[in-house]
């Protein structure tokens, strides 16, 4: 167990921005969500902050700045999942 909790102090410590990035996403998105129709929608939410993990990963390997990969990731991560939403509540007929 103090293994484990070194290795996990040490991965935050070098992918904090990262996790608090993807925190934010997530917050964001259920915050706007919330504001938008009265209640949150967790499931956005989690979608949007595994967009932003995810882009971020691509944008890290393409050697971008972290600071620039971690802002670009949950900005793609919110925009990515209002469009990503809007798409799928269009094919199965929600408004």
Known sequence: MEHFLSNLGDLIAQNGATVV???VAFFMALF????LHGKSDWLEALMCALFA???????S???LPHGVSVFASGFIGFIG?????SYIKDKIGMK
């Open 61 to 63: 390997w393409l050697d």
């Open 32 to 35: 706007r969500t919330a504001q």
């Open 53 to 59: 993990l995810g882009i971020n990963g691509i944008l």
């Open 81 to 85: 999942t209002i469009k990503f939403s």
């Open 21 to 23: 990035g993807v925190i």
